[in-house]
């Protein structure tokens, strides 16, 4: 019995370790992205490309594979609010590479691409919140 409460542990401890490092990816990654949407995605003269902004779209994955494979955790208030960072960042991603594709830079995107990114700033403090709370 004490080897399964020491297992039970060990499974937590590596849920909450790598869900938190999903969270800093995530919410690293935004920061940058955000920084490139300021830049019209210019840099030093040069507009980013589709291959570098695969380093968004390959975390996103990243971080769905582990939302999937750990769904054994669904009933706790961390995974609904990885979910929903997840859902926040995906449409961060994917309204900053339109932004990037489009032709002129436009300030009312830009308006949205910062509310984008404010949303998953907030997703990523609650999924933490959520794991210090009741996790």
Request: with cysteine; charged share 25%; glycine share 2%.
């Amino acid at each position: 019995m004490l080897c399964l409460v020491g297992l039970a542990a060990c499974y937590s401890s590596s849920y909450r370790r790598e869900l938190a490092a999903n969270v800093a990816l995530v919410s690293d990654l935004s920061d940058k992205l955000f920084d490139y949407c300021r830049a019209d995605f210019v840099l030093n003269g040069t507009k980013l490309s589709s291959e570098e902004m695969g380093e968004f779209y390959y975390a996103l994955e990243k971080a769905q594979a582990f939302a999937a494979m750990d769904k054994a955790q669904s009933a706790r208030p961390s995974y609904h609010a990885f979910k929903e960072l997840l859902a926040g960042y995906a449409a961060f991603v994917k309204d900053a590479d339109q932004y990037r594709l489009a032709a002129a830079p436009d300030p009312s995107t830009r308006i949205v691409l910062a509310r984008d990114h404010n949303i998953v700033k907030i997703n990523a403090a609650k999924v933490i919140d959520a794991l210090d709370q009741s996790d």
